[in-house]
T-cell receptor, first 113, second 112 residues
Framework: GAGVSQTPSNKVTEKGKYVELRCDPI?????LYWYRQSLGQGPEFLIY????????DSGLPNDRFFAVRPEGSVSTLKIQRTERGDSAVYLC???????????FGEGSRLTVL | AQSVTQLGSHVSVSEGALVLLRCNYS??????LFWYVQYPNQGLQLLLK??????LVKGINGFEAEFKKSETSFHLTKPSAHMSDAAEYFC??????????FGTGTRLTIIP
Protein backbone atom coordinates (compact mmCIF):
# COMPACT_ATOMS: atom_id res chain seq x y z
CA GLY A 1 0.00 0.00 0.00
CA ALA A 2 0.91 3.64 -0.28
CA GLY A 3 1.06 4.32 3.44
CA VAL A 4 1.27 2.65 6.83
CA SER A 5 -1.86 0.64 7.50
CA GLN A 6 -3.12 -0.21 10.98
CA THR A 7 -5.94 -2.53 11.96
CA PRO A 8 -8.31 -2.39 13.66
CA SER A 9 -8.92 1.34 13.67
CA ASN A 10 -11.02 0.92 16.81
CA LYS A 11 -11.04 -1.83 19.40
CA VAL A 12 -13.23 -2.02 22.48
CA THR A 13 -12.47 -4.79 24.93
CA GLU A 14 -13.10 -5.75 28.50
CA LYS A 15 -10.57 -5.61 31.30
CA GLY A 16 -8.50 -8.77 31.40
CA LYS A 17 -8.88 -9.67 27.74
CA TYR A 18 -6.11 -10.22 25.19
CA VAL A 19 -5.71 -7.80 22.28
CA GLU A 20 -3.68 -7.80 19.06
CA LEU A 21 -3.03 -4.70 16.98
CA ARG A 22 -1.59 -5.03 13.50
CA CYS A 23 0.68 -2.74 11.50
CA ASP A 24 1.51 -3.03 7.81
CA PRO A 25 4.42 -0.67 7.05
CA ILE A 26 5.35 1.03 3.81
CA UNK A 27 6.89 -1.50 1.43
CA UNK A 28 10.67 -1.49 1.66
CA UNK A 29 10.87 0.27 5.01
CA UNK A 30 13.14 -1.73 7.28
CA UNK A 31 12.48 0.19 10.50
CA LEU A 32 9.15 -0.09 12.29
CA TYR A 33 8.07 1.72 15.44
CA TRP A 34 5.21 1.48 17.89
CA TYR A 35 4.11 4.49 19.90
CA ARG A 36 1.23 5.04 22.31
CA GLN A 37 -0.68 8.30 22.53
CA SER A 38 -2.87 9.03 25.50
CA LEU A 39 -5.38 11.85 25.56
CA GLY A 40 -3.66 15.22 25.73
CA GLN A 41 -0.20 13.75 25.44
CA GLY A 42 2.39 13.37 22.74
CA PRO A 43 3.23 9.97 21.30
CA GLU A 44 5.21 7.83 23.74
CA PHE A 45 7.79 5.39 22.35
CA LEU A 46 7.15 1.69 22.96
CA ILE A 47 9.38 -0.42 20.71
CA TYR A 48 11.43 -0.23 17.53
CA UNK A 49 12.28 -2.98 15.04
CA UNK A 50 15.11 -3.01 12.54
CA UNK A 51 14.21 -5.87 10.26
CA UNK A 52 12.86 -8.80 12.28
CA UNK A 53 14.55 -8.00 15.56
CA UNK A 54 13.52 -5.58 18.28
CA UNK A 55 16.36 -3.06 18.35
CA UNK A 56 14.95 -1.16 21.32
CA ASP A 57 12.03 -2.26 23.50
CA SER A 58 12.78 0.07 26.38
CA GLY A 59 9.42 1.79 26.11
CA LEU A 60 7.23 -1.24 26.72
CA PRO A 61 5.55 -0.48 30.07
CA ASN A 62 5.56 -4.03 31.45
CA ASP A 63 5.62 -7.68 30.44
CA ARG A 64 1.96 -7.64 29.41
CA PHE A 65 3.07 -5.88 26.25
CA PHE A 66 4.86 -7.74 23.49
CA ALA A 67 5.47 -7.09 19.80
CA VAL A 68 6.67 -9.25 16.93
CA ARG A 69 7.73 -8.75 13.36
CA PRO A 70 8.50 -12.31 12.18
CA GLU A 71 9.18 -11.63 8.50
CA GLY A 72 10.50 -8.10 8.73
CA SER A 73 7.35 -6.50 7.37
CA VAL A 74 4.02 -6.72 9.22
CA SER A 75 4.17 -6.25 12.98
CA THR A 76 1.72 -7.18 15.71
CA LEU A 77 1.53 -5.52 19.10
CA LYS A 78 0.09 -7.89 21.69
CA ILE A 79 -1.37 -6.85 25.02
CA GLN A 80 -2.26 -9.47 27.60
CA ARG A 81 -4.66 -9.05 30.54
CA THR A 82 -5.66 -5.58 29.41
CA GLU A 83 -6.22 -2.88 32.01
CA ARG A 84 -8.25 0.32 31.79
CA GLY A 85 -5.01 2.29 31.81
CA ASP A 86 -4.05 0.67 28.51
CA SER A 87 -6.74 2.70 26.77
CA ALA A 88 -4.99 4.92 24.22
CA VAL A 89 -4.29 5.30 20.52
CA TYR A 90 -1.53 2.96 19.43
CA LEU A 91 0.49 4.39 16.57
CA CYS A 92 2.70 2.54 14.15
CA UNK A 93 5.34 4.18 11.99
CA UNK A 94 7.90 3.01 9.49
CA UNK A 95 11.10 4.49 8.16
CA UNK A 96 13.55 3.77 5.39
CA UNK A 97 16.49 5.63 6.88
CA UNK A 98 18.01 6.39 10.24
CA UNK A 99 17.34 10.14 10.01
CA UNK A 100 14.21 9.84 12.08
CA UNK A 101 11.71 10.72 9.36
CA UNK A 102 8.87 8.45 10.39
CA UNK A 103 5.73 7.80 8.38
CA PHE A 104 2.79 7.16 10.68
CA GLY A 105 -0.41 5.19 10.30
CA GLU A 106 -3.72 6.56 11.53
CA GLY A 107 -3.54 4.53 14.70
CA SER A 108 -5.60 1.92 16.50
CA ARG A 109 -7.80 3.33 19.24
CA LEU A 110 -8.01 0.87 22.11
CA THR A 111 -10.68 1.25 24.76
CA VAL A 112 -10.61 -1.07 27.75
CA LEU A 113 -13.86 -1.11 29.70
CA ALA B 1 17.99 12.33 28.64
CA GLN B 2 16.88 14.32 25.67
CA SER B 3 13.43 15.89 25.68
CA VAL B 4 11.38 18.66 24.17
CA THR B 5 9.12 21.19 25.82
CA GLN B 6 6.27 22.79 23.95
CA LEU B 7 5.04 25.99 25.55
CA GLY B 8 1.30 26.41 25.26
CA SER B 9 -0.96 23.41 24.88
CA HIS B 10 -3.48 25.59 23.03
CA VAL B 11 -2.80 28.50 20.67
CA SER B 12 -5.44 30.54 18.88
CA VAL B 13 -4.70 32.95 16.06
CA SER B 14 -6.85 34.87 13.63
CA GLU B 15 -6.92 33.86 10.00
CA GLY B 16 -4.13 35.74 8.22
CA ALA B 17 -2.14 36.34 11.41
CA LEU B 18 1.31 35.04 12.27
CA VAL B 19 1.52 31.54 13.69
CA LEU B 20 4.22 30.93 16.32
CA LEU B 21 4.45 27.57 18.08
CA ARG B 22 7.25 27.22 20.59
CA CYS B 23 9.58 24.28 21.14
CA ASN B 24 12.64 24.06 23.34
CA TYR B 25 14.89 21.02 23.52
CA SER B 26 17.30 19.73 26.09
CA UNK B 27 20.27 17.90 24.70
CA UNK B 28 23.97 17.95 25.34
CA UNK B 29 24.69 17.55 21.64
CA UNK B 30 23.00 19.11 18.61
CA UNK B 31 20.05 16.87 17.91
CA UNK B 32 17.86 16.15 14.94
CA LEU B 33 14.66 18.15 15.40
CA PHE B 34 11.26 17.67 13.80
CA TRP B 35 7.82 19.16 13.63
CA TYR B 36 4.89 16.87 12.95
CA VAL B 37 1.26 17.83 12.38
CA GLN B 38 -1.80 15.76 13.18
CA TYR B 39 -5.04 16.73 11.49
CA PRO B 40 -8.29 15.42 12.98
CA ASN B 41 -8.72 11.69 12.41
CA GLN B 42 -5.45 11.44 10.50
CA GLY B 43 -1.99 10.12 11.20
CA LEU B 44 1.01 12.24 12.11
CA GLN B 45 2.60 13.93 9.11
CA LEU B 46 6.11 15.37 8.90
CA LEU B 47 6.12 19.17 8.47
CA LEU B 48 9.86 19.74 8.50
CA LYS B 49 13.12 18.54 10.01
CA UNK B 50 16.45 20.01 11.09
CA UNK B 51 19.55 17.90 10.54
CA UNK B 52 22.30 20.56 10.87
CA UNK B 53 22.50 21.44 7.17
CA UNK B 54 20.86 24.85 7.65
CA UNK B 55 19.48 26.61 10.69
CA LEU B 56 16.38 27.89 8.88
CA VAL B 57 14.29 24.99 7.68
CA LYS B 58 11.38 25.32 5.30
CA GLY B 59 8.62 22.75 5.37
CA ILE B 60 5.32 22.02 3.75
CA ASN B 61 2.27 24.29 3.72
CA GLY B 62 4.32 27.47 4.20
CA PHE B 63 5.71 26.53 7.62
CA GLU B 64 9.30 27.09 8.64
CA ALA B 65 11.39 26.70 11.78
CA GLU B 66 14.68 28.15 12.93
CA PHE B 67 17.21 26.21 14.99
CA LYS B 68 18.79 28.48 17.62
CA LYS B 69 21.47 26.68 19.55
CA SER B 70 22.03 29.57 21.98
CA GLU B 71 18.37 29.43 22.98
CA THR B 72 17.98 25.64 22.54
CA SER B 73 14.86 26.43 20.55
CA PHE B 74 13.20 25.26 17.36
CA HIS B 75 10.06 27.37 17.08
CA LEU B 76 7.61 26.82 14.23
CA THR B 77 6.25 29.80 12.31
CA LYS B 78 3.97 30.65 9.42
CA PRO B 79 3.46 34.24 8.27
CA SER B 80 -0.25 33.98 7.54
CA ALA B 81 -2.58 31.41 9.09
CA HIS B 82 -5.17 29.58 7.03
CA MET B 83 -8.25 27.82 8.34
CA SER B 84 -6.77 24.56 7.07
CA ASP B 85 -3.85 24.94 9.52
CA ALA B 86 -6.08 24.00 12.45
CA ALA B 87 -4.51 20.85 13.86
CA GLU B 88 -2.26 19.54 16.62
CA TYR B 89 1.45 20.16 16.23
CA PHE B 90 4.20 18.10 17.82
CA CYS B 91 7.86 18.92 18.20
CA UNK B 92 10.19 15.91 18.38
CA UNK B 93 13.88 15.26 18.94
CA UNK B 94 16.21 12.47 17.90
CA UNK B 95 19.86 12.37 18.79
CA UNK B 96 20.60 9.89 16.05
CA UNK B 97 19.66 6.75 17.96
CA UNK B 98 16.55 6.23 15.83
CA UNK B 99 14.10 6.93 18.66
CA UNK B 100 11.97 10.04 18.37
CA UNK B 101 10.90 11.73 21.60
CA PHE B 102 7.81 13.91 21.23
CA GLY B 103 6.59 16.94 23.09
CA THR B 104 3.09 17.07 24.52
CA GLY B 105 1.71 18.93 21.53
CA THR B 106 0.10 22.29 20.78
CA ARG B 107 -3.43 22.49 19.48
CA LEU B 108 -3.74 25.34 16.97
CA THR B 109 -7.12 26.96 16.48
CA ILE B 110 -7.72 29.44 13.67
CA ILE B 111 -10.29 32.16 14.30
CA PRO B 112 -12.19 33.26 11.17
Amino acid sequence: GAGVSQTPSNKVTEKGKYVELRCDPISGHTALYWYRQSLGQGPEFLIYFQGTGAADDSGLPNDRFFAVRPEGSVSTLKIQRTERGDSAVYLCASSQTLTGELFFGEGSRLTVL
Amino acid sequence: AQSVTQLGSHVSVSEGALVLLRCNYSSSVPPYLFWYVQYPNQGLQLLLKYTSAATLVKGINGFEAEFKKSETSFHLTKPSAHMSDAAEYFCAVNRGNEKLTFGTGTRLTIIP
